[in-house]
């Protein structure tokens, strides 16, 4: 595959791993806005953290003069980190109008990112809206009021459809609005919806159906248009002898075992477990002493199998495992 | 700058000597063997020679058990789809969840054809799960296909001693195994160490011979289908005009592996100990994968908490060094390696493990110089991790529990 990075993308990546004069990793104690995205198990997470230079009267004309981040993820995401924390610090935004910095934002400050590593950028658009989120409860500012609508991960609770990454329809949805994505590969590089076991793409409910209630307005599609589910495993077992059932038959090996091999091979300082009984085939292994044996396959074929042919059933053969 | 290749599970150099050997073949000796003029049975008895030289280092088999194929994956093709084509009274077939796409892949082509199919899982050490595997074995059971050791991990099934379970179970069960990463890194002899096994794939790109051969051995009386139809090649069991220079380069890579494997594979686990003791003890927060069982000796997986794997690749690249990563971000999907995830490594594990394949020509200066390099680059990206607490040099507390969490 390769990296299909950008120079910018590589430099910035480089540029904050040796934590250069001008990057941005880090952490503000006390900050004025603290948002986190992603997780450990989805293979990226960002915690990020602002300060601002607050205004006397009005909270809203706060401006964002530093931006720190730290961030668990790949060469992308982490230059996606740096590339918005220094769209901020630059761009002297309130917290309010830094809500206009897209995922897109990003992708061209990076000069550009291979579709698959959309995600991350959108990581960063959405670690930025969760932090403002969060200032805007520290200082008291009521964001519905003034006509934003922000969607904090606590009223996005809904039907997980991507079970993977843990994504809800509220959020999918969502996301296929504002990012304007139509396809499901679209969706996966973007949001990473179905991008690993593929279970949600065409079941009912699930990305495709997502995709055509948003830009077609149709209904889910039927049940059992997916692609075919896989057969039950056929599982037929060995028959047991007639005389027994399956039950009778391995508790009778079982005793035969206990009274008349396991007490010979104790005295030896080994055992033997049983592991399987298949029909009349008896699965079991040495233990202890008789493990480390090189005579063990043979003790097992002369001495157990003979013993339980006798006792048993002739037709008993025993596999060691 | 200098490579150091340490990705040689993926793919090898190939060896001068192999090369050389591949030269006339392209040259002067480029006849179809199939053809009646003297110049053509040259090129017909350099692909026998080889044949023979492959069946000698598989343990001195028949040389008309060596099928020459394009690569590993059409041999693994062709044995389970051959193998269900010519049995048709069974259907259901056994494998493992850790295997290579190119078994995992087709069995699940084959489940969509109604043939059913026990995936048999690994425990934490990537130790198959035994009972598991004797409970799938039904008188329906049509094929075993399991690998002989796993690319990622480099852990070795013991398939010894599971061909002889299938085979002592109900000799009319076939046994395949994907032997990709062991031929010519470990010794494999199918009269006496594996009489068992019916069939056996593996390429020679992993062995220093070129990308495009493969091979399968299949066992003398084993019914199996032709894969690719055309032509009266390879006894009719696998049409098309053989690609001679490449079957005369695996056969002088095999040969080549065979007369100093024991060498090999003694120098190159000692630089696979040095590389792994040197990471364990210079950074903090490792975990070797697979470090509990049998493990190819050219192969380490090791793991780098709270970091990500494809932000190492990265910057080992800049040094020029190379190895490959479970991590999502490298898989070319968003999906982290199935076998560590089959064997139950935590994600924060899996996302940030590394994996460095040996071969016959690495140096221990370039173990050194990775032993040099690596804790630094671990070091960068953890001082961006929010999960990282650089003042302690140790992970955050509210971290450690996502390590088993998940």
């Known amino acids: 595959m390769g990296w299909e990075y950008s120079e910018k993308t590589k430099q910035l990546f480089m540029d904050a791993v040796h934590g250069k004069p ?25 915690r990020f953290t602002f300060r601002v230079r607050r205004h006397p009267s009005d909270p809203t004309l706060d401006v964002i003069t530093e931006a720190r981040y730290l961030t668990f993820g790949c060469t992308s995401a982490i230059a996606a980190s740096e590339a918005l924390c220094d769209i901020i610090e630059k761009g002297e935004y309130t917290p309010i109008s830094a809500l206009q910095i897209q995922n897109s934002d990003i992708v061209t400050y990076l000069e550009g990112l291979p579709e698959q590593k959309i995600h991350c950028s959108v990581m960063g658009a959405e670690a930025l809206e969760a932090a403002v989120f969060n200032w805007a409860q520290r200082r008291g500012v009521d964001l519905k009021a003034l006509g934003i609508d ?11 459809v991507c079970k993977c990454f843990s994504l809800t329809e509220p959020y999918i949805l969502r996301k296929i609005k504002e990012l304007n994505l139509r396809t499901i590969p679209q969706i996966t590089s973007a949001i990473k919806a179905g991008g690993a076991c593929g279970s949600c793409h065409h079941v009912p409910g699930g990305l495709q159906d997502l995709l055509d209630r948003v830009w077609q307005g149709k209904l889910p599609a039927a049940a059992g248009s997916a692609a075919g589910s896989p057969l039950p495993l056929v599982s037929i077992d060995a028959p047991a002898p007639a005389d027994f059932s399956p039950y009778q038959f391995s508790k009778k090996v079982e005793k035969v075992v206990d009274e008349y091999i396991r007490p010979s091979l104790k005295m030896d300082g080994g055992d033997v477990e049983i592991v399987d009984i298949k029909g009349t ?6 233990k202890g002493a008789c493990a480390n044996c090189a005579g063990a396959a043979q003790t097992l074929k002369m001495m157990v199998e003979r013993i339980l042919k006798e006792q048993v059933d002739e037709r008993i053969r025993v596999i060691e495992v | ?40 049975r040259r090129t017909g008895q350099a692909v026998e020679a080889a044949r023979r ?12 058990e060596i099928l020459f194929t394009g690569c590993a994956t059409e041999s693994n093709n062709t044995a389970i789809r051959g193998a269900a084509r010519a049995n048709p009274n069974r259907r259901h077939i ?5 295997e290579h796409p190119a078994v995992l892949e087709v069995c699940r082509e084959m489940e969509r054809s109604g043939h059913p199919v026990a995936y048999v899982g690994v425990d934490r050490d990537g130790q198959i799960d035994l009972p598991g595997f004797i409970r799938a074995l039904t008188p329906e059971t049509l094929l075993v296909s399991i690998m002989h050791a796993n690319n990622e991990t480099g852990l070795v099934f013991p398939i010894e001693r599971l061909s002889r379970i299938v085979k002592e179970t109900d000799p009319g069960i076939l046994f395949h ?35 495009g051969i493969g091979a399968l051995y299949l066992r003398r009386g084993t019914r199996c289908r032709p894969f690719l139809l055309g032509g009266h090649q390879e006894s009719g069991r696998r049409g098309g005009t053989e690609n001679v220079p490449y079957i005369v380069g695996l056969g002088r890579a095999l040969g080549l592996a065979t007369e100093t494997a024991h060498e090999d594979e003694a120098r190159i686990g000692r630089l696979r100990d040095r590389l792994e003791r040197g990471l364990v003890e210079r950074i903090p927060s490792v975990e070797v994968n697979g470090g509990g069982g049998v493990r190819l000796p050219n192969t380490l997986n090791i793991s780098f908490h709270y970091i990500e794997g494809e932000g190492m690749l990265f910057q080992l690249s800049e040094y020029g060094i190379c190895a490959s990563s479970g991590s999502a971000c490298t898989s070319g999907s968003l999906e982290p390696s199935h076998v560590l995830r089959a064997m139950k490594v935590p994600f924060t594990a899996v996302h940030g493990s590394v994996r460095f394949s040996l071969s016959r020509y690495t140096t221990e200066a370039e173990i050194d110089r990775v032993l040099e390099v690596f804790p630094g680059i671990v070091a960068n990206l953890r001082t961006l991790s929010p999960y990282w607490d650089n003042a302690r040099n140790a992970p955050r507390p509210d971290a450690v529990g996502m390590i088993e969490s998940h």
Do not use: W
């Not at chain 1, 904090?152 to 039907?159: A, I, K, L, M, P």
């Not at chain 2, 056994?94 to 850790?98: A, P, R």
């Open chain 2, 94 to 98: 056994i494998t493992t969840t850790v």
């Open chain 2, 1 to 40: 700058m200098d490579i150091i290749y340490l990705d040689n599970n993926a793919t090898t150099r190939i060896a001068p000597e192999v090369y050389e050997a591949m030269i006339p073949f392209f040259t002067d000796d480029y006849f179809n063997p199939s053809s009646m003029y003297e110049p053509a």
């Open chain 1, 150 to 160: 922000l969607h904090d991960q606590e009223t996005e609770e809904g039907r997980v």
């Open chain 2, 177 to 211: 195994t994907d032997a990709t990463q062991t031929v010519g890194k470990l010794p494999i002899d199918m009269v006496r160490g594996l009489p068992y096994v019916d069939l056996l794939s593996f390429s020679g790109h992993k062995l220093h011979a070129p990308k």
């Open chain 1, 281 to 286: 085939m008896v699965y079991c292994r040495l």
């Open chain 1, 22 to 46: 001008g990057t941005h990793l880090g952490e503000i104690e006390n900050p004025d806005g603290l948002g986190e995205h992603g997780s450990i198990a989805c293979g990226d997470a960002m």
């Open chain 2, 53 to 64: 030289t492959i069946a000698d280092c598989l343990g001195g088999t028949a040389p008309g």
